[in-house]
């Protein structure tokens, strides 16, 4: 029998393996493209010369990247920063800016900016979520250029069957298959960096890249133009959100594990062989595909296949990632309720967005078909990630000034230098908006347009229903003196304040004039942490006269479910049948006017209204015992 020692280093080694697949899938197929990119430049020839002081300069300045942002940012700095052991951008964003959502909390300035700067990298990582598929993908079957001539006329259209393929069993959860993506993107590591270990034997001196003083001589050399170089380089970092975004999914030692032992050396084996390659053979034919000219003839064709296999399994965590994002945003507030389903009895995470997930897939091979080749689609790719990244660092300074107790010059030295690398990686891909860097710039404004015109339309709309709503304790009162008349059974109202009357019991009242024995006012509140548990959950209060006040709180990562919400207040007093008790929910429909907004913003939140899930098919509410009431709120 194994030691408790051994059973927890097994476990922490299959999760290491697990986020592999997951965490890493999308740096991990970085190689593919950002070496490359990072060569394309500004001579006649379309490239950089691949002479040492460039191929080196190019190599330093990637190496750096992934130590300073990646080992040293996300891996040791930006993991302490969890959310009840979640992390991701919505995660920061709850952990920085206070719930301005509570009673008497007023939205200063300051929050405002934050909570802005989130939902931008929020959105900025929906972006990423439809460019990944499209760039990991394509720039995989690009490899049939080397390996199999003959079918280069079919990389479009094989990238597109990929897709399609990749997207249509996304209804089956992630669960069946999701044992493979570590051992299969293990292998995909492992070949990397033999094939790279490979090409450091045939010039030793492509080792000499370790040294910063390359990357400085490059960026001195080169000036101004050096900045379209890092506009590739910054390529060798996408997917580092990835390692915060998933770190509750297996936790951070496994993730620091996976990294350190596996994905850091896999890469810099890999990008460094490229780079020696470069030197060895500085051919046009290798500058454009060099991690296919590092594979011996008979090993080319399972390069594809292998590459194909790990960018599928990239894009398969950027899509699952968005559909998260998308849950995590709705339950605080920031988007309508949206068709959710768990492909998993076991793992809460594991969902399915049918909506998101038609979404990425028009836009993923949109975008295959409109820019053609990684290469261009490169330059629409770069911009999201750093910018995102950007954000990210500034949250994390107003974390550890205001949660971590960091003194101002610990905040200004540490996350001044992340910032400053960024900052300088933003600058680069800007010179590329109009080759495409415009595309993750359109998605991010119309996601984020999307979720204030939602969260504001929302705080319109509760206001208005503050103003007509009746509190509970006067209409307690009202009962106490009669004349209502109460029929048999149970009822349940949903209501948005615990404090007053819902919408729908009052126009029950007031059409038709009864009021059921047990009537139960229900109020779900999502609260600013992932998960919620033990007596934090639910809070049950008897009000007299037959009713009752429920009160429920969901954290972001969770989705309420009303009936289990009535057998668990049967176990604390509540006398019913919960598998006959009647629904009443309100319905609204919005009349846009520009009293309170302005007028388009009030339209576009209307047709919003109108897209969203309906509460009885989002809190899993039997259609037989639902009853909805309709009310024209003008807005």
Same mark, same amino acid.
């Given at each position: $029998?194994?030691?408790?020692?051994?059973?927890?280093?097994?476990?922490?080694?299959?999760?290491?393996?697990?986020?592999?697949?997951?965490?890493?899938?999308?740096?991990?197929?970085?190689?593919?493209?950002?070496?490359?990119?990072?060569?394309?430049?500004?001579?006649?020839?379309?490239?950089?010369?691949?002479?040492?002081?460039?191929?080196?300069?190019?190599?330093?300045?990637?190496?750096?990247?992934?130590?300073?942002?990646?080992?040293?940012?996300?891996?040791?700095?930006?993991?302490?920063?969890?959310?009840?052991?979640?992390?991701?951008?919505?995660?920061?964003?709850?952990?920085?800016?206070?719930?301005?959502?509570?009673?008497?909390?007023?939205?200063?300035?300051?929050?405002?900016?934050?909570?802005?700067?989130?939902?931008?990298?929020?959105?900025?990582? +929906?972006?990423?979520?439809?460019?990944?598929?499209?760039?990991?993908?394509?720039?995989?079957?690009?490899?049939?250029?080397?390996?199999?001539?003959?079918?280069?006329?079919?990389?479009?259209?094989?990238?597109?069957?990929?897709?399609?393929?990749?997207?249509?069993?996304?209804?089956?959860?992630?669960?069946?298959?999701?044992?493979?993506?570590?051992?299969?993107?293990?292998?995909?590591?492992?070949?990397?960096?033999?094939?790279?270990?490979?090409?450091?034997?045939?010039?030793?001196?492509?080792?000499?890249?370790?040294?910063?003083?390359?990357?400085?001589?490059?960026?001195?050399?080169?000036?101004?133009?050096?900045?379209?170089?890092?506009?590739?380089?910054?390529?060798?970092?996408?997917?580092?959100?990835?390692?915060?975004?998933?770190?509750?999914?297996?936790?951070?030692?496994?993730?620091?594990?996976?990294?350190?032992?596996?994905?850091?050396?896999?890469?810099?084996?890999?990008?460094?062989?490229?780079?020696?390659?470069?030197?060895?053979?500085?051919?046009?034919?290798?500058?454009?595909?060099?991690?296919?000219?590092?594979?011996?003839?008979?090993?080319?064709?399972?390069?594809?296949?292998?590459?194909?296999?790990?960018?599928?399994?990239?894009?398969?965590?950027?899509?699952?990632?968005?559909?998260?994002?998308?849950?995590?945003?709705?339950?605080?507030?920031?988007?309508?309720?949206?068709?959710?389903?768990?492909?998993?009895?076991?793992?809460?995470?594991?969902?399915?967005?049918?909506?998101?997930?038609?979404?990425?897939?028009?836009?993923?091979?949109?975008?295959?078909?409109?820019?053609?080749?990684?290469?261009?689609?490169?330059?629409?790719?770069?911009?999201?990630?750093?910018?995102?990244?950007?954000?990210?660092?500034?949250?994390?300074?107003?974390?550890?000034?205001?949660?971590?107790?960091?003194?101002?010059?610990?905040?200004?030295?540490?996350?001044?230098?992340?910032?400053?690398?960024?900052?300088?990686?933003?600058?680069?891909?800007?010179?590329?908006?109009?080759?495409?860097?415009?595309?993750?710039?359109?998605?991010?404004?119309?996601?984020?347009?999307?979720?204030?015109?939602?969260?504001?339309?929302?705080?319109?709309?509760?206001?208005?229903?503050?103003?007509?709503?009746?509190?509970?304790?006067?209409?307690?009162?009202?009962?106490?003196?009669?004349?209502?008349?109460?029929?048999?059974?149970?009822?349940? +109202?949903?209501?948005?304040?615990?404090?007053?009357?819902?919408?729908?019991?009052?126009?029950?009242?007031?059409?038709?004039?009864?009021?059921?024995?047990?009537?139960?006012?229900?109020?779900?509140?999502?609260?600013?942490?992932?998960?919620?548990?033990?007596?934090?959950?639910?809070?049950?209060?008897?009000?007299?006269?037959? $009713?009752?006040?429920?009160?429920?709180?969901?954290?972001?990562?969770?989705?309420?479910?009303?009936?289990?919400?009535?057998?668990?207040?049967?176990?604390?007093?509540?006398?019913?049948?919960?598998?006959?008790?009647?629904?009443?929910?309100?319905?609204?429909?919005?009349?846009?006017?520009?009293?309170?907004?302005?007028?388009?913003?009030?339209?576009?939140?209307?047709?919003?209204?109108?897209?969203?899930?309906?509460?009885?098919?989002?809190?899993?509410?039997?259609?037989?015992?639902?009853?909805?009431?309709?009310?024209?709120?003008?807005?």
């Amino acid at each position: $029998m194994s030691t408790p020692s051994e059973s927890s280093s097994r476990r922490k080694a299959l999760l290491a393996l697990g986020a592999l697949g997951v965490v890493y899938g999308d740096i991990g197929t970085s190689p593919l493209y950002a070496f490359k990119e990072a060569m394309a430049g500004h001579n006649g020839a379309g490239v950089l010369v691949p002479i040492a002081a460039n191929v080196l300069g190019v190599l330093s300045l990637i190496i750096w990247s992934l130590l300073s942002l990646i080992t040293v940012k996300y891996i040791s700095v930006v993991m302490r920063a969890d959310n009840d052991g979640e992390g991701g951008m919505m995660s920061l964003l709850a952990l920085t800016v206070p719930d301005t959502t509570k009673p008497g909390k007023a939205v200063n300035r300051r929050s405002f900016t934050l909570v802005l700067m989130g939902l931008l990298g929020t959105s900025f990582l +929906f972006g990423e979520g439809i460019i990944t598929p499209a760039i990991s993908v394509l720039s995989a079957v690009e490899g049939l250029e080397v390996a199999a001539p003959a079918l280069s006329h079919a990389i479009i259209p094989i990238t597109v069957v990929i897709l399609l393929g990749l997207f249509s069993i996304q209804y089956r959860g992630t669960g069946k298959v999701g044992i493979l993506f570590g051992p299969i993107t293990l292998l995909w590591f492992i070949s990397i960096g033999v094939l790279g270990l490979k090409g450091i034997l045939t010039h030793p001196g492509v080792l000499q890249a370790f040294n910063p003083l390359f990357g400085l001589r490059f960026l001195v050399t080169h000036g101004w133009e050096s900045a379209i170089t890092l506009g590739g380089v910054c390529l060798v970092i996408t997917g580092g959100e990835a390692l915060y975004a998933d770190m509750g999914h297996f936790g951070r030692g496994p993730i620091r594990m996976a990294w350190w032992c596996v994905v850091l050396p896999a890469l810099l084996l890999n990008y460094l062989g490229q780079g020696a390659l470069m030197l060895a053979d500085g051919s046009q034919e290798v500058m454009r595909n060099p991690l296919q000219y590092l594979a011996p003839d008979w090993f080319k064709v399972p390069l594809v296949l292998l590459a194909t296999m790990a960018a599928v399994i990239a894009s398969q965590a950027l899509i699952s990632g968005a559909f998260s994002l998308t849950m995590q945003a709705a339950q605080m507030g920031y988007l309508p309720r949206i068709a959710v389903r768990h492909t998993s009895e076991r793992e809460a995470g594991q969902i399915y967005v049918p909506q998101v997930s038609r979404a990425i897939m028009i836009g993923s091979i949109t975008l295959v078909l409109g820019f053609q080749t990684a290469s261009n689609l490169a330059a629409a790719y770069g911009i999201a990630v750093c910018l995102t990244m950007s954000i990210t660092t500034v949250l994390l300074s107003q974390l550890a000034r205001q949660r971590w107790g960091w003194p101002w010059w610990k905040v200004i030295v540490v996350c001044g230098f992340f910032l400053s690398i960024e900052l300088c990686f933003v600058a680069s891909n800007l010179l590329k908006i109009m080759q495409g860097g415009f595309v993750p710039l359109l998605i991010g404004a119309a996601l984020l347009v999307t979720m204030l015109t939602w969260k504001r339309g929302r705080a319109v709309l509760g206001g208005k229903f503050a103003v007509i709503c009746l509190p509970l304790k006067d209409l307690i009162s009202s009962l106490n003196r009669g004349g209502v008349t109460r029929v048999r059974g149970a009822a349940v +109202f949903l209501s948005a304040s615990g404090g007053t009357a819902p919408p729908a019991l009052l126009h029950n009242l007031k059409h038709n004039q009864v009021l059921h024995e047990t009537t139960v006012v229900l109020t779900i509140q999502s609260v600013r942490s992932p998960r919620v548990t033990g007596a934090a959950r639910m809070e049950v209060e008897e009000l007299g006269n037959g $009713m009752w006040r429920v009160l429920v709180r969901y954290g972001f990562m969770e989705q309420p479910d009303v009936p289990q919400i009535l057998r668990d207040c049967c176990r604390r007093g509540l006398i019913c049948k919960p598998d006959k008790v009647s629904f009443f929910l309100g319905r609204e429909t919005i009349v846009p006017t520009n009293q309170n907004i302005p007028l388009w913003q009030a339209k576009y939140f209307a047709l919003l209204s109108r897209g969203s899930q309906s509460a009885m098919e989002f809190f899993k509410l039997p259609p037989n015992r639902v009853i909805e009431l309709g009310a024209q709120m003008e807005i």
